[in-house]
């Protein structure tokens, strides 16, 4: 508390500005030496401003994510119920300026590495809500991901007046559910299949879903048809009927000595057991999922991120024509991708042509950290095109 209540104390320019004066007007002082330390104070104050900002800017966002966390764990009573953050920070679309929350945290300078600057501004112009099919995005994570990945896409969403859910899938963000015990793909997307199964008649969502979460999507789309009105890979694994996900990932030529390195395989039933799930090594998820990411989200992700259950990845998918095949697909490639080289995702859309590839330069495998801007933009898009 110490920290954060200096962060915020008011700065003291009443009693140092008295004696600039005196400088300047005392003819025995060289003008010289009175710009010099004007000037050195100048460029000091410009010094602490930005990093004053900085730092309130992240304080904010940890303040923020805590309390989320607290609601969220009340809210399900400390249950692992889908993580539902539709419901977060609501803007109003219109009335007066008092009426409306403070919009400080789009509104502020921001330093490179966090390049959130009034995304209202750039991709929502002349864009009306009314006149698409659905405004309510689902957001489903990767491997070893949660739904606290999305945070930047989420707010940014949700200064356009989107409605956004982001799931954590079993045994994932804040699902209590043991990853040891998830023995196949349906009880891994359970939260998933659950939140499809609970929309109205008529209601549709478009999915978004990263890295493994394509597979996951995936088998969403061949049950629920119906109710997904889009569906977009993110550097996602997207399948093939009879494929699973561990057979993608396998088609890579020459797996990487990194990946390899990175993989930690878990045998809580013995070593003649198969294992039960992947951990990655934290010591190289900068390398191998961050490589273009700011230094504190993969702070953030180096203690959030937990092992991936093993027996989804081995599972085959069976998908329809009729049913898969009806969603309309796109898929945003990453071409700054270590773990899922574009090599690999061209691979898939070739196999399975989605309607439009959208490609993503200076992205990294988490382009919701690496280039949150331009995803937003590009889901903007997607969220737009028509039949």
């Not at 690496?370 to 933009?377: C, R």
Request: overall charge positive; glycine content about 8%; some cysteine.
């Amino acid at each position: 508390m110490g920290n954060l209540c200096s962060l915020f104390a008011p700065p003291k320019p009443v009693k140092k500005r008295r004696p600039i004066t005196k400088r300047l007007t005392n003819p025995q002082a060289g003008a010289g030496s009175g710009s010099v330390n004007r000037w050195n104070r100048v460029r000091s104050s410009s010094s602490r401003k930005e990093k004053f900002d900085d730092a309130v800017i992240q304080e904010q966002a940890l303040a923020a994510a805590a309390i989320l966390f607290r609601q969220q764990q009340q809210q399900n009573g400390g249950g692992s119920l889908p993580f539902d953050r539709s419901t977060s920070l609501r803007y109003p679309a219109s009335g007066s300026k008092k009426s409306q929350l403070p919009r400080s945290s789009s509104s502020r300078s921001r330093s490179s590495t966090d390049p959130l600057l009034q995304p209202h501004q750039l991709v929502n112009q002349g864009l009306n809500l009314g006149d698409l099919e659905t405004n309510h995005l689902v957001l489903i994570h990767g491997g070893g991901f949660g739904a606290w990945c999305w945070y930047k896409t989420i707010a940014l969403l949700e200064e356009d007046c989107f409605k956004v859910t982001a799931i954590d899938l079993a045994g994932c963000g804040i699902n209590s559910c043991d990853v040891n015990g998830i023995t196949s793909l349906s009880q891994y997307v359970k939260p998933l299949t659950d939140f499809l199964e609970k929309l109205l008649d008529g209601e549709k969502v478009i999915l978004v879903g990263h890295d493994f979460g394509g597979a996951c999507i995936s088998y969403a789309m061949e049950l629920f048809p119906s109710k997904i009105s889009k569906a977009v890979f993110v550097a996602a694994a997207m399948l093939t009927t009879g494929q699973s996900a561990l057979d993608v990932f396998s088609q890579q030529e020459g797996q990487s000595d990194l990946m390899r390195k990175a993989q930690i395989f878990r045998y809580p039933n013995g070593n003649g057991r198969p294992p039960t799930a992947i951990d990655l090594d934290k010591s190289l998820l900068k390398d191998l999922l961050f490589n273009q990411s700011p230094s504190k989200d993969i702070a953030l992700a180096c203690v959030s991120m937990k092992p991936i259950p093993f027996a989804p990845i081995l599972e085959k998918l069976s998908l329809s024509d009729g049913r898969y095949g009806s969603v309309r697909r796109f898929y945003v490639e990453t071409l700054e991708d270590y773990a899922m080289p574009v090599t690999l995702q061209e691979k898939m859309i070739n196999s399975s042509p989605p309607e439009k590839v959208f490609r993503l330069k200076g992205g990294d495998h988490s382009p919701f950290f690496s280039k949150p801007q331009a995803l937003h933009k590009i889901l903007i898009e997607i969220t737009k095109i028509s039949d």
